[in-house]
Structure formats: structure tokens, C-alpha cells
């Protein structure tokens, strides 16, 4: 260890990994992995979605999984949590949908009509 | 990092769990990941104390920082094929308690007058505490960096001096004065001492700092090496906590690895090294000079103070010694600022104190809460209540602590309040007690205890420990002679006033507080009519008691 830098540069390399745990998390992607989920395709597109967070840099994403909502012909389902808004609820999302949400609603904050199954609570 | 993982699972693995298996879950746990083919998605990470003790093997999940305990082997397949394949939590073991998810707790305390974070123990329960990059990348190691880089040692010492800590081994000594002694002798070398032995009953909180954040202890010692100009540091650690023992040598190791100990350090020309050196279970031991002359090889018995430590330590050169708690503050106060670290506490003892709370409550255990908070929010709001029947009394800061009754429920815990009745605070253990339990019964054991670990140094101690033995235990069977109270009144204060060192002239805490919050019942033990049993008169005894 010979400086400050050094000491940031193995901090940045461990970040993420810590991120799960103490990090402030803005938004939350819960992905409903049931066995409807899974058997629709929903690892793969969850798959997808931490490839993207990934990409991003960003670490204020998480991505969570949760159990059959009890609406298996929409699988997969993903909700979108993201702070201070409504949350919103997607169905059949496969890894394209994955791609188009993440673009455009976890980036940009606008909703994919397209793939919306509901709003709020 | 090409970690896929986005939920992780934390198995707590501290010498309490460890009884209860929490190994092989662990290792269980991996199997059945792996047999569900979910390993890269669920990453499971060893991890200290997470918070519940007493409840056998703890996880923590997150993110969301769900908890469950109770957890055995023969569940795992299930817990996992439900939490994690189907993804609902899993009822059956789930504690209605959460880890906070975010690291420094910001929660209010029950007063609703001011926010309190984990200072000590930010890190225990959340971090690998065997792997030194996890403890960097919480912002580990930076108080270091900046301290070596950036202050001096006297800017350093001022630092702590304004933050207004005081040690957490017992005393209260207020740690920035202690530093300034140890830095203006110019005598050299100068050592670091980390008292880790922790043998007042009752008190594990070092041992659980230890296991779970090993590293913060160590960061601690080297910004104490630099600020005092001293190049080696020991720790003293008691011999029974292996566990603690293993992560501090493997958190040396890595720490050397990284050029955190060793020579110039930081590209500085400041160098510092760590030995660890094992107690063998004595109590009087812990006490800071029989502790050095313990590490010297010599029997551990006290020294006659002054002259202090800070002067003539160890092999007679300046030293300093701290207990495990306060050290584990530095780090967090070198980084936020003293200003910072007064928003908790009281003005007199600012900071935040690390509880084990024992006894007939609802959630013994370990709690970190700004000091100042009376025991009666630390029973109700912390440790969820008295378990069975009505609370009776209190013993505070181990078997060398004072009795508390139910009056001194709403006393805040601090040096000043508590001062002013005359009590200490002591290490933080507070056993709490119903009224299944008689008094002369706990100061039995208490004196039991100390007739057992009096060194034998000074008669005082070694005489009056074994009459106050005898005593209390006449008392516990009901057979307390005519002036038995008042005998033993005398005693503890011969020895409080003369013992040669804290131990013997703190037996005296128990008895007195005992003689006067519960003096009703302990007179209900006086049954025989036979005057004193005086040490000069007794013809058989064998204690000498010059009156
Ligand atoms: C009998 C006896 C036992 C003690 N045991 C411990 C101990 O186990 N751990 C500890 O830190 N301090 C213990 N102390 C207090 C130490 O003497 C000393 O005050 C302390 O290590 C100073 O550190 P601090 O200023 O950081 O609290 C004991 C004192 C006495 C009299």
C-alpha cells in the first residue's frame, strides 16, 4: 500500500459486491422467479437485466427475485421499484422486453406500455 | 469482479454459532445451491456476530436483510428450494427482526431526540471479516491513509482529545489525555497494547468486535503506533477465544501482505508491527499491569501505579494500553471528526456504548446504544423484556459491578449520572435478573469469583475475598450471624481502601450497592442470635484480621 489511490482503486474493484449489502439502492427490480417463471424464461431475463445493471456502472440497481404472483400467464413478470414513484408491474417479459425496459424505463423513467401489466400498489 | 450474484447470503460464524453447526450449514447451504444450479446467482459469505444470540445458527439475506435463525441442517434443502428458487421468504425460521439495509444504522432512539448509528460495530454481521478487501471496501484502512498522510501525531491526539472518548475497558479514562502521556515521554521504543482480555464475567463484546471486524482493531493500533511514536504493538488475548485469535492472525497476515504493517507504511517512513500474545485465564490479568507483566513473563500480578504505564510499561518503556472497544472507535472518529463523533452520547461521555445484556430478558444479546440511555430502555425497547416474572435488580459492568433495584431503572447510563450514586459503568455487561433470584445468592457467586481470581499478591485481597465468600454464603443459607452486615460492610471498605490494586478494591461495588438497595432482604438471612463471626475472635478460622 503506498497512498490513498491505491486503497480507492481495491474499494472501487470490491464495490459492487458490497453494494447488495450496505448500499442505497434507488431502484429495485424484483423478477418473479415461481415455477411459472422459470418455466416462461424468467432467469433468462433476469440473466439479461444483471448483464445490463453490469454494463451500466450504475449501483444504485438491484435486482431481487420473489415468488408466483398468482398470474402465471403473464410470466415472466418483473416490478420495477424506483424511489419516491409508483411502482409498476411488466408481464411477459422476455430478455428483448428485458432490454427495451431497462433502456427505457430504468434508465430514462419512461413505462414500456408495451409489455405493462399494472400500476401502483 | 465478474460476480453474478444478486442475493447474498450471510452465515454468521462466531464461536456461538460455531457450536450450533454453523459450518456445516454453510457448507450445506453451497450444496444445495449448487444442486439447484443456482450457485452463481446466490453467493454465500462467511460473516461475524450478526446481531441474535441464543438462537442457535443466524443467516442474514440480502438485499432486504431478512434474518433467520434456528436454522438446522436438515432444513437447508428446503430454505433453499423456498427462499431462493421460489423466492419467498421462508416463514418457518424468519425473525420479525431486519438488518437495516443500509450499513451505519440511522434509526431514533427511543427518546425520539437523536439519531444514532453502529460505530463499533458498523461492520460486524455485514462484512467477510476473514477478507481484508471487504473491510477496504467499507472505507477501511482510509482513517489510516489520511492520518499517516495527512496529520501529525499531536493533530491526531488533539482529534481524539475533542471527541471526549473515554476507555470502554472499565475506567473510563478519557483516551486522548492517556495518548498525550504516552507521546510526551521521549523515551524509545514505545509500545501499542490492545487489552483483549476480557475476563470480566459476563462481558463478550471485544470477543464479538474481534470476530467480526478484526481488521478495525488493527487499523486502530497502527494510528495509535504513529500518533504515540511507537513501533510495535501487542495484543493480549485472552486464550479461550480461539476464533478471535485465528481471524486477528489472518488480519495481520493480510495486513502485512498489503504493506498496512510493516515498513512505510502508506510510502511513509512510519513503521508498526503486531504481535499477538495469549492470556491463560486469570481475571486479575486484564487488569493493565499484571497484564504487562504477563506478556513480560512474569506472574501476573499488578504493579504498584504510579508510576503509570504511559511512563513505565512494558520492559519498563512508555506504553499504552486500550481495550478492544475503544480502539475500535479511532478509525470512525479520524474520518468523521470529533465533531461527529459527540452527536451521540452525552456531553460527558460522548460515543456509543456495546451492551451484552444477560439474564431473564427476551433477547439477550449484544446492543450498541448511544451512552446515556437508562436501563430500563435498554430491557424494554432493546432487549425486549423480562422474560418471566418482574424485573428485581441489575448488575451492571460484571461481577465487579454494582447491584442495581428497581429505582435506579431510569438512571442513564453514564459515567457522571451513574458517578454521582456511586457507581461505575464498568465493561458492559448488564445482567439483569427477576425476583427468582435472592441477593446474598448473586453476591455469592460474585465473591465466589473473586476469592477464586485474587492473586494473592496483598492480603487484603486475598483474606477478605475469602471472608466476604463465607459471609455471603451464610447469608444465601439463611444462617447470616447477628452483625453479619455489618462485618462485611467493614471488610469491603478496608478493601477498597487498601487493597493494592482495582481488583480487591473493587469487591467492594457489589457488596456496597447490595448493603444499600436490598439491605430489607439481606437482613431477612440474619438468623442467629450469636453475635459476630469476627475474624479476630473465631477461634478456628483461618483468616487474621488485625482490628
Ligand atoms: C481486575 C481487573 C480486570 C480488568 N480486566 C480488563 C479486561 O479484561 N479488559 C480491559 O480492556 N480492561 C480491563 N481492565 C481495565 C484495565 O486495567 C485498563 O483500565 C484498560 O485496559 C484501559 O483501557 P481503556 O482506557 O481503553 O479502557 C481490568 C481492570 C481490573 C482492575
Redesign the pocket.
Known sequence: MKNLEELKKIRERVKRDLELRTGKHRIKIVVCLGTCGIAAGARESMNTLIDLIAKSGRSDIIVTTSGCAGFCEQEPMIQVYVEEQEPVVYGKVDTKAAEEIFEKHILNHQIVEKYLFTKGK | MNDKSITQVLVSIDSNTVLSGARQIKTKLITELSRQGISEEVRVIETGSIGPTNQGVVLGVFPGGELYANLTEEEIAEFVQERFVKGRTYQKRLLAEKLPEEMMLQEYDSRKTQYYGRIVLDNCGRINPEDIEEYIGVGGYEALGSALQEKTPEEIINIIQASGLR???????P?GL?WSFTFKEKKYPKYVVC?A????PGTFK?RLIMEGDPHKIIEAMVIAGYAVEAEQGFIYIRGEYKLSIERLQKAIQQAREMNLLGENIFGTDFNFDIQIKIGAGS??C???TALLNSIEGYRGEPRLKPPYPAQYGLLQQPTL????E?LANIPAIILNGPDWFRNFGTENMPGTKVYTVLGHVNRPGLIEVPIGITLREVIYDYAGGISSGEFKMAQIGGT?GDILSAEQLDVPLDIQSLQALGHNLG?GALLIMNDSISVAELLTSCMKFFAHESCGKCSVCRIGTEYLYTACNRLRKGEGYADELENMRDIATTMKLTAF???GQ?VAQPVFSALKYFKNELSKSIKQNKKSFSPTREKNSKVIYYS
Request: a negative charge.
Open positions: 476507555g470502554r475497558g472499565g475506567a473510563g479514562f483516551t492517556k487489552n482480555d476480557e475476563g470480566e471485544d481475571y486479575v486484564g487488569e493493565e494500553i486500550n481495550n478492544v475503544t465487579a465493561s490494586c482495582p481488583l473493587s
